[in-house]
């Protein structure tokens, strides 16, 4: 059974800090690799999808991916009080797979 | 951009009494995803849908069923509701040979 590790937190940063966030998962058949940010009571909002070693930036954005470590991370620059909420990391193996999810990490950024 | 659509977005439900939540998803995606969220919980996999036929199935009971129909509208059905049915049901749609799944607001539904 797949399954993608997070630290529940909190973590906690204060407001203009980088706030990084890992996932690891155990399935090494994992192709795709998503973050997604959920505010509570709210639905899952797509921040980043990555599929190749490396980072891959967005905005204030960066994932990060290792398939031999097995580890994807998201780091936020510049964090602001509306970052706060919790990331959840999901992958899945290929084609029209289904999400697994990490239970996800709260993030809370101070002002 | 257009978003996917669920309804109702709140729905209150006895005991033993059927539900049925519905998923418009983007236009033009072809694939549509259920899945559950209990209180502090990540979301889990319920079923999902290409092309109108039942692609993968993950851990829904046996009182719920699903289908997607010829517009590409999914219904989630749900019988004999127990009180741990209780959660935030979400839907999501992937266009055609992407993976990157797209969630609608969510239905939240409570059993007493």
């Known amino acids: 059974q797949k399954e993608v590790e997070q630290n529940s937190g909190p973590l906690s940063v204060p407001e203009g800090a980088i706030a990084s966030l890992n996932c690891t998962y155990s399935?090494?058949?994992?192709?795709?690799f998503f973050w997604y940010r959920q505010y509570s009571g709210k639905s899952p909002e797509l921040i980043m999808s990555?599929?190749?070693?490396g980072d891959k930036e967005d905005g204030r954005f960066t994932a990060q991916l290792n398939k031999a470590s097995q580890y994807v991370s998201l780091l936020i620059r510049d964090s602001q009080p509306s970052d706060s909420a919790t990331y959840l990391c999901?992958?899945?193996?290929?084609?029209?797979?289904?999400?697994?999810f990490g239970k996800g990490t709260m993030l809370l950024v101070s002002p | 951009a257009a978003g996917v659509i669920q309804s109702p977005r709140h729905l209150i439900k006895e005991k033993r009494e059927t539900a049925t939540l519905k998923c418009y998803p983007i236009?033009?995606?072809?694939?549509v995803y259920w899945y559950q969220q209990g209180p502090g919980q990540d979301p889990q996999f319920l079923i999902s849908?290409?092309?109108?036929?039942?692609?993968d199935k993950g851990s829904i009971p046996d009182r719920f069923s699903a289908q997607q129909f010829s517009d590409y509208h999914s219904e989630l059905n749900m019988s004999s509701l127990e009180l741990g049915d209780s959660a935030l049901y979400f839907c999501?749609?992937?266009?055609?040979?992407?993976?990157?799944?797209?969630f609608g607001p969510g239905t939240r539904l409570t059993v007493l």
């Open positions: 999501a749609s992937t266009a055609r040979n992407t993976d990157t799944q797209y």
């Open positions: 399935d090494r058949g994992s192709q795709s």
């Open positions: 990555i599929y190749s070693n």
């Open positions: 999901a992958v899945t193996d290929s084609g029209y797979s289904t999400l697994t």
């Open positions: 236009p033009r995606h072809d694939t």
């Open positions: 849908f290409y092309e109108k036929m039942q692609s």
